[in-house]
């Protein structure tokens, strides 16, 4: 069973960092595009970033400039740093996988074969 795990999330003040993880049980992320996805109240799942098997990077013209993904294959786990977080960064973050890397971006979740359990990131005062 593909199974993925986030972890990271919190309540942060804006202008703060946070990093959050996705590990995958049982597989090889080496092997998938991970994909870093969010989801606030009442709006649509929308795509934040994305690192190909390959480990090129896209972002989100939301996220450019503050948001970094990365991947260490060792401890297989990719990591989203965010920093100078905003409220409006605040959502359910998920990390999945595509194992067919079609089309990277415009990230999209339809690509994307596994999914995991969500991590909240709140960002307030």
């Known amino acids: 069973q593909v199974l993925l795990v986030e972890s990271g999330g919190g309540l942060v003040q804006p202008g703060g960092s946070l990093r959050l993880s996705c590990t995958g049980s049982d597989f090889d992320l080496s092997y998938y595009a991970i994909g870093w996805f969010r989801q606030a109240p009442g709006k649509e799942r929308e795509g934040v970033s994305c690192?190909?098997?390959?480990?090129?990077?896209f972002y989100a013209d939301s996220v450019k400039g503050r948001v970094t993904i990365s991947r260490d294959s060792a401890k297989n786990t990719v990591y989203l740093q965010m920093n100078s977080l905003k409220p409006e960064d605040t959502g359910v973050y998920y990390c999945?996988?595509?194992?067919?890397?079609?089309?990277?971006?415009?990230?999209?979740?339809?690509?994307?074969?596994?999914w995991g359990q969500g991590t909240q990131v709140t960002v307030s005062s």
């Open positions: 690192i190909s098997s390959s480990d090129v990077t």
């Open positions: 999945a996988a595509d194992a067919h890397e079609e089309r990277l971006w415009p990230i999209s979740r339809y690509e994307y074969d596994y």
